[in-house]
C-alpha cells in the first residue's frame, strides 16, 4: 500500500472513532421506537441506557442496535438519562 493509501486509510478510520465516541443516543434491537439519550459512553451508560429502555417498553430492549448525537420522535420515544420522555432530544 502506498503512503498515501495508508495516510487516507488513518485519516477515515480516526473519523470513525470521533463520530462513535461523541453518539450517545442508543435504539435498541427489540426497542420498538424507543431511543434513549445518554450524557456518556461507557459501558456503564449503554447500561443505564438500556435499563430506561426496558422500563419504558415493558419488556427486554435487546442489545444496542444503533446509536446517534440526537433523537427525534412524534409519539415521544425519546428518553432521556433521567427516563423522562421528549419529542426530541439533541447534543449528545
Known amino acids: 500500500m502506498s503512503k498515501l493509501g495508508m495516510v487516507v486509510a488513518l485519516v477515515v478510520a480516526f473519523s470513525f472513532?470521533?463520530?462513535?465516541?461523541?453518539?450517545k443516543?442508543?435504539?435498541f434491537s427489540n426497542g420498538g421506537d424507543v431511543q434513549v439519550c445518554v450524557k456518556g459512553?461507557?459501558?456503564?451508560?449503554?447500561?443505564?441506557?438500556?435499563?430506561?429502555?426496558d422500563k419504558a417498553?415493558?419488556?427486554d430492549c435487546g442489545n444496542v442496535g444503533s446509536y446517534s448525537s440526537s433523537c427525534h420522535s412524534n409519539v415521544n420515544k425519546c428518553y432521556d438519562e433521567n427516563g423522562k420522555a421528549h419529542r426530541s432530544l439533541s447534543g449528545y
Open 17 to 23: 472513532i470521533a463520530v462513535s465516541a461523541k453518539a
Open 57 to 59: 417498553k415493558g419488556s
Open 25 to 27: 443516543c442508543y435504539h
Open 41 to 53: 459512553d461507557s459501558f456503564a451508560d449503554r447500561k443505564k441506557a438500556k435499563k430506561i429502555c
